[in-house]
């Protein structure tokens, strides 16, 4: 079977498309053709375009599509009054899609999950989305795009009942963040198939993508992994893990997305936690970095008070991070900080803030872009109307 993937606006062939058909994943060549097994229905998706399951046909028309979104942590997203004001920023702004916890950062699943290892660890306890396919199919029915985020190596649940698993000290004691949190051994290969579990059920219940967070190993020294801690072998595990993910994931026609620290645009080496753009990007549709001005400690080159060049900061990491990945910019979208400054003059970030890092986002052509506020508080402020 033959056909040809267009752009539904232009007309214009769409390269590199995606069509899944019987489980399998199969591209688009530079002038939008494809050859696919005799199937009946397919599924399609493109980066910078939506996503759709259709019959076969000759010519498919992809709509091109941006997603603006905000986070939702899976008790704001079970939170009416945070659904409400979040439904109606979609309604009156650019805003047109929510990231929400599925597996958070404290290990909990917010569905009713049929792994046996979530109800073994406990992992079941805070179930705040009990009908998950029933919750996204409510959101699809307002053409909300909807981003499942899953927290990977951060997981405190699994790594205290499989201690053996868990990040070490050099003297063996388990690892524990400034949270209290035990890490997951990303090298550990047995954690994958649960994550990858619960990533699964996320995409069957309807999600348009799954994002990976905590996708690295802890940025602290004097760690012990399974695998020989040295940048090489920290960047083949997670490189692994996302090519092992895009691969289990694949029947579902679903986009993928990796979060990576901002300061990983900027770096030709792993910080030690194993996440380089170049190895990355060819495993995920997405990368999103984690652009929040508060976050860059000592600045960037030429502007040492990030708080006051939040235009800057996210145009120069964006195009930092592209350098490094090659490609075409729609292949990132960034986080932005919609939260108030905690590193320096603790400012609110208001209209002028939130503005200037979507305008940068915007000028530099990402797909979309995503506000995170840990308290799911968000207004208009910055917004476009």
Not at 15 to 33: E, P
Not at 41 to 63: N, P
Request: proline share 4%.
């Amino acid at each position: 079977m033959e056909g040809v993937i267009l752009d539904e606006s232009t007309h214009q062939p769409v390269a590199s498309a995606i069509i899944t058909a019987n489980g399998k994943a199969y591209r688009t060549d530079l002038k939008g053709r494809y050859h696919i097994p005799n199937t009946e229905s397919i599924g399609v998706r493109a980066v910078g375009y939506e996503r759709i399951f259709t019959r076969f046909q000759r010519k498919i028309y992809l709509r091109k599509f941006h997603p603006k979104a905000l986070y939702l942590s899976a008790f704001g997203a079970a939170n009416k009054k945070i659904m409400h004001n979040a439904r109606h920023l979609i309604r009156t702004t650019q805003v047109n899609a929510l990231v929400i916890d599925v597996k958070m950062d404290r290990g909990q699943i917010a569905f009713h999950s049929s792994s046996p290892v979530a109800k073994e660890i406990g992992a079941l306890k805070a179930v705040t989305l009990p009908c998950l396919k029933d919750f996204i199919g409510e959101l699809k029915e307002e053409d909300i795009y909807t981003i499942a985020r899953i927290v990977c190596f951060k997981d405190t649940p699994f790594v205290r009942t499989f201690p053996y698993s868990g990040v070490k000290y050099t003297n063996g004691a388990l690892y524990r963040d400034r949270e209290g949190s035990y890490w997951i051994d990303p090298s550990y290969i047995k954690a994958w198939e649960y994550i990858l579990t619960i990533a699964e059920e996320s995409a069957k219940a309807g999600f348009d993508e799954i994002q990976f967070d905590y996708v690295r190993f802890p940025d602290k020294r004097g760690l012990r992994f399974s695998v020989k801690n040295k940048q090489s072998e920290r960047v083949r595990i997670i490189t692994e893990f996302l090519e092992y993910a895009r691969s289990r994931l694949t029947p579902y026609n679903v986009f993928t997305a990796a979060d990576i620290f901002g300061y990983v645009c900027w770096n030709d080496a792993d910080l030690g936690i194993g996440q380089r753009v170049d190895a990355m990007a060819p495993y995920v549709d997405y990368i999103s970095p984690m652009l929040y001005p508060s976050g860059f400690q000592v600045g960037i080159p030429g502007y040492k008070n990030p708080v006051k060049a939040n235009y800057q900061i996210v145009k120069h990491s964006l195009d930092k991070a592209l350098e490094k990945s090659g490609g075409s910019p729609l292949r990132y979208r960034p986080w932005l900080q919609a939260f108030r400054d905690y590193a320096f003059d603790r400012r609110n970030y208001g209209k002028k803030e939130i503005g200037e890092q979507i305008r940068a986002s915007e000028d530099f052509g990402s797909c979309g872009w995503m506000l995170w506020n840990a308290a799911n508080r968000y207004s208009s402020d910055g917004i476009e109307q």
